[in-house]
């Protein structure tokens, strides 16, 4: 491996590109506000496809 492909070169430059503040914050909630937020974020999701699904419908 060249000095610019080892395993430390490679996470620097991943780390560069991750916000590590929302990192912290997340990992100040509790267990509980990260599963109910994760729940609300799959139900925007579910809501979102399915307004896909509607805005993609051949109008009559």
Same mark, same amino acid.
């Given at each position: 491996? !060249?000095?610019?492909?080892?395993? *430390? &070169?490679?996470?620097?430059?991943?780390?560069?590109?991750? *916000? $590590? !503040? /929302? /990192? +912290?914050?997340? %990992? $100040? +909630?509790?267990i509980d506000e990260r %599963? +109910?937020?994760? &729940?609300? %974020?799959?139900?925007?999701?579910? %809501? /979102? &496809?399915?307004?896909?699904?509607? &805005?993609?419908?051949? !109008?009559?």
């Open positions: 491996m !060249s000095p610019d492909n080892t395993p *430390d &070169a490679v996470i620097e430059l991943y780390k560069r590109d991750v *916000d $590590r !503040s /929302l /990192l +912290r914050e997340n %990992l $100040r +909630r509790t %599963l +109910r937020m994760n &729940a609300e %974020l799959v139900e925007f999701g579910e %809501l /979102l &496809a399915r307004a896909i699904r509607v &805005a993609e419908r051949p !109008s009559p």
